[in-house]
């Protein structure tokens, strides 16, 4: 017996809590381009990408009209994003841009390039894409090293537009 997960376990899908369902929409459908696969009258609706059931939950069931935990209470820190290119993250970039949504933070982790938002609910949602295992940074024993440092989002931009 050994301590350790079965290395094939991954997070599958986040279910959020939010206030109003068209607004969420707008967010996670309209600037982050997930699609619709259902939706439940005006209480809860599911999104994807690639036509997999659902990666987001979304739902008014006990949060309707409710406003954001404040600061200093526990809860989900943030939901992450992962694209499959340093390109379609700049995709997501633009798309942001193009809808006015500011970041509240881009980092550079060494394993990874990521930026920080909050959706319209205020859940915290990190847009990231990972580097090949090869390129991510190793200390002198062999052991992951991640850093965090400024993200050069010019940088970014400059990738080219991906397929839609």
């Given at each position: 017996m050994t301590n350790s997960i079965h290395p094939q376990t991954h997070i599958g899908h986040v279910h959020l809590r939010v206030s109003d369902l068209d607004r969420s929409l707008a967010?996670?459908?309209?600037?982050?381009g997930?699609?619709?696969t259902q939706r439940i009258g005006h209480s809860a609706a599911f999104l994807?990408?690639?036509?997999?059931h659902h990666h987001i939950g979304l739902n008014?069931?006990?949060s309707l009209g409710g406003t954001a935990p404040p600061l200093g209470t526990t809860g989900l820190y943030h939901v992450a994003i992962v694209y499959p290119t340093r390109a379609a993250l700049a995709d997501a970039?633009?798309?942001l841009m193009?809808?006015?949504i500011k970041l509240e933070g881009a980092a550079d982790h060494g394993v990874s390039e990521a930026l920080y938002l909050h959706d319209p609910d205020h859940n915290g949602v990190e847009l990231y894409?990972?580097?090949p295992r090869n390129e991510w940074p190793l200390d002198r024993h062999g052991g992951l090293a991640m850093i965090t440092r400024a993200?050069?989002?010019e940088n970014i931009l400059a990738e080219k537009n991906i397929a839609s």
């Open positions: 967010f996670y459908h309209g600037v982050l997930f699609e619709i994807s990408a690639g036509g997999y008014t069931w006990e970039l633009r798309r193009s809808a006015g894409w990972d580097r993200l050069n989002l």
